[in-house]
C-alpha cells in the first residue's frame, strides 16, 4: 500500500470542517480590517527564498524542497509566503500609485523539519502583510487583529510577545556585541550555533539546546542597543497596544529565523499545546522591498499556524458542522425514488440531506440517522407512497408527523428555520 510521505498528512471529513471555520473567521475579520486576498503560487524560484530569507538560517540551509526541473532551473516549494508576496507587490508594480497595500493568502508551506506533533513538513498559515507604511500603529493592529481572532476562534490562553530587532543603524553593534559574548564558548554552542555565530548571531537567542540557553544566559539585550528612532517605534508600539487593551510580554529573547526582519517583532503563543506552542508570529520587514528589487518600502506582517490553531480547537464541538440536518429513511426501490429527489430538492435549497442508498431497513436507517445527528428524519415506505404523506420526525424532541408530500421541502425549510 502506498502511505503518505513522513511529515505530510490528509486533513480527513470531521476535521477539515474545523479548517473552514477558521479560514472562515480569519477571512471576515481580516476583511473587516481592510485586507484582500492575494493568491501566489506554491513553487518558486530558489532564488527568491535564499536571497530574501537569507542563506545562514535553517530554513535555507536545510529545510527547503528545492529541485531542479526539466530545464535546469532551480525551483523550491514555498517555504514561506512573504517572499512570495513582496515578489508580486514589486513585479506587478503594485506600490504605484498608492503604496500601501493590506494584503492576505492562505495556503500550504514546506519544510523539512523534524516532524513531531505540531510540527510538519507540509503545513497551511494564514498571512497578511502590510506594505506602504513604517508605522509602529500598524504593528499593534497586526497584534490586536491576532487578539480578535483567536478571541472569535474561542483560543483565550493566549500571550503576545513582543520584541525589537533595531535596524541597520543600530543592529550591527548587537550582532557584534552577541558575538563578542560567545567567544571563547564553542565547546557549549551546538554545531549549528558554533557555524553561523558569526553570520547569524541573533539565532544564538533563541537555540532551544540547554547548553546554548546557559551560553546565552548572561547575553546582551537589543533594548540597549536601539538606536533613539527604534526607541521611539518600540515605544509607540507598545503604547498603542495598550490603548487597544492588548496585554504584552516584552521577551528579549524572540527573534526571528529570518534575515529580512527589523523593528517590532511578535509572536503569540499558548498554553494550550505542548513545545510548539507558537500559533502566530510575524513582524516588520522594513528592508525586504528593496533587497528583492523593489523600492525602498516598509512593510509588516504576520503568519498564522493553521495545524496548530485546529488542534487546540479539536474538542470544540461547535465547529464540526459535517452532520446532515435531515435524514431520509426511505424503504424500497420506488421510496428510495422519492427520496433522492428530496435530497436533492433540500440540498438545492441550502439544506445538508442524506439517504441511505442501499437496500437497508428502517431499523438500520434510523440508527444512521442517529449516528449522523440529524436533526430531522423524514420516514417513506410503501404506506405513505399510497398515503402521498410522508413522516417527518424530530429527533431531539422524538415527535413526529405527517406531511403530504406537496408540502413537504417547504414544510422541512420552515422547521428548520424556526428551530435555528
Ligand atoms: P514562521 O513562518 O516560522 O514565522 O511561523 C509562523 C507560524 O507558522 C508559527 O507560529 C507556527 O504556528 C506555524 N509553523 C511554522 N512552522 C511550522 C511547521 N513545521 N508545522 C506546523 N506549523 C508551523
Known amino acids: 500500500m502506498i502511505q503518505l510521505i513522513r511529515g505530510f498528512r490528509d486533513i480527513l471529513p470531521g476535521e477539515s470542517e474545523r479548517w473552514q471555520a477558521i479560514e472562515d473567521t480569519a477571512r471576515a475579520v481580516l476583511s473587516d480590517f481592510g ?6 503560487p506554491i513553487l518558486e524560484a530558489t532564488e527568491l527564498f535564499t536571497r ?14 528545492t529541485f531542479e526541473d526539466r530545464k535546469g532551473d532551480f525551483v523550491t516549494l514555498r517555504p514561506e509566503a512573504t517572499a512570495s508576496i513582496v515578489r508580486s507587490y514589486i513585479q506587478h508594480k503594485l506600490y504605484a500609485g498608492d503604496p500601501f497595500h493590506k494584503l492576505f493568502t492562505t495556503g500550504p508551506m514546506f519544510r523539512r523539519e523534524r516532524p513531531q506533533k505540531g510540527r510538519y ?16 500603529l500598524i504593528d499593534a493592529q497586526l497584534v490586536f487583529i491576532l487578539k480578535i481572532l483567536f478571541s472569535k476562534l474561542g483560543v483565550s490562553d493566549t500571550t503576545a510577545h513582543i520584541n525589537s530587532l533595531g535596524c541597520p543603524v543600530c543592529r550591527p553593534a548587537f550582532k557584534k556585541a552577541l558575538i563578542d559574548h560567545v567567544v571563547g564558548m564553542d565547546t557549549k554552542l551546538c554545531v549549528d550555533c558554533a557555524r553561523r555565530k558569526t553570520k547569524n548571531p541573533l539565532r544564538l537567542l533563541d537555540c532551544k539546546v540547554p547548553s546554548c540557553r546557559e551560553a546565552m544566559a548572561k547575553a546582551p539585550d537589543m533594548m540597549a542597543f536601539l538606536c533613539p528612532d527604534c526607541r521611539e517605534h518600540f515605544q509607540r508600539f507598545k503604547t498603542a497596544l495598550s490603548v487597544l487593551g492588548v496585554a504584552y510580554v516584552t521577551d528579549p529573547r524572540l527573534v526571528r529565523g529570518l534575515d529580512y526582519y527589523t523593528r517590532s517583532t511578535f509572536e503569540i503563543q499558548t498554553n494550550a499545546l505542548g513545545a510548539q506552542n507558537a500559533i502566530a508570529g510575524g513582524g516588520r520587514y522594513d528592508g525586504l522591498v528593496k ?9 509588516t506582517g504576520f503568519a498564522i499556524g493553521l495545524d496548530r490553531l485546529a488542534e487546540i480547537l479539536k474538542n470544540d464541538t461547535e ?30 435549497k441550502g439544506i445538508p440531506a442524506e439517504m441511505d442508498f442501499g437496500d437497508r431497513g428502517l431499523k438500520a436507517q434510523m440508527k444512521r440517522a442517529d449516528k449522523l445527528a440529524s436533526r430531522y428524519v423524514i420516514i417513506v415506505g410503501e404506506k ?34 424556526n428551530a435555528s
Open 35 to 40: 485586507f484582500r486576498e492575494i493568491r501566489i
Open 52 to 65: 530574501s530569507i537569507g542563506e545562514n538560517t535553517d530554513i535555507v540551509e536545510k529545510e527547503m524542497y
Open 121 to 136: 513538513r507540509q503545513f497551511y498559515q494564514i498571512n497578511a502583510e502590510v506594505l506602504g507604511s513604517d508605522s509602529p
Open 291 to 299: 533587497a528583492l528589487g523593489g523600492p525602498e518600502m516598509p512593510a
Open 319 to 348: 465547529l464540526q458542522t459535517g452532520h446532515p440536518k435531515v435524514f431520509i429513511a426511505a424503504i424500497g426501490r420506488e421510496s428510495r425514488e422519492k427520496a433522492f429527489e428530496w435530497v436533492c430538492r433540500l440540498n438545492e
Open 384 to 417: 405513505e407512497l399510497s398515503a402521498k404523506t410522508a413522516v417527518l420526525r424530530n429527533m431531539s424532541e422524538a415527535q413526529q408527523e405527517a406531511i403530504p408530500f406537496s408540502m413537504l421541502i417547504k414544510m422541512v425549510i420552515e422547521r428548520i428555520a
